[in-house]
């Protein structure tokens, strides 16, 4: 919030606490949202899970970041799960909302080696790092319009090559 502030941001808060239950407290963020004209929602670090009927009235406006390459490792303790399962590559993924967890569109995904020796912490450490570069680069695509949905799955505008991979910087 002080960020916001000096920033000259607007911004506000809303307890989940003041609320008896999670479609109280959606309605209420709904109704901040549509009063400051938002355009699109952008969770971060929220942990908590909205209500489906809140999710469908932002749904294709309403994107998150998670600390896993989708859909490997959906919901919580992802850097643990992927220590145990022993793979070499991790990392993040920025993604629409739907009412399923972790299971909309994925729309840009950050790799990072797992090493040997790695804890949940260095490794948390290099997904963090790259979700700070992630998420305003996915950010920057959607309000260029550079990122569509079509039947469910993304589409990039002008940021892909020939086949299709999506380059980053994009041209």
């Not at 040997?116 to 950010?139: G, S």
Request: proline content about 6%.
């Amino acid at each position: 919030m002080d960020f916001a502030r000096e920033a000259k941001i607007p911004a506000a808060v809303v307890p989940h606490r003041d609320f008896a239950s999670r479609e109280e407290f959606d309605n209420a963020i709904d109704m901040r949202l549509r009063e400051a004209r938002v355009d699109l929602v952008c969770l971060a670090g929220f942990m908590r899970i909205h209500s489906d009927g809140f999710v469908r009235k932002w749904q294709d406006r309403m994107i998150n970041i998670h600390p896993s390459l989708l859909p490997a490792f959906r919901g919580t303790d992802v850097h643990e799960q992927a220590l145990a399962e022993g793979v070499r590559i991790s990392g993040c993924t920025v993604h629409y909302v739907i009412p399923e967890l972790d299971a909309g569109p994925a729309i840009a995904q950050a790799a990072v080696p797992v090493h040997a020796h790695d804890t949940v912490e260095t490794l948390a450490a290099r997904v963090l790092e790259q979700e700070h570069k992630l998420y305003p680069f996915a950010v920057r695509l959607i309000a260029e319009g550079r990122v569509q949905l079509y039947n469910g799955r993304v589409i990039f505008n002008d940021v892909a090559d020939a086949n299709g991979a999506l380059l980053s910087p994009p041209p």
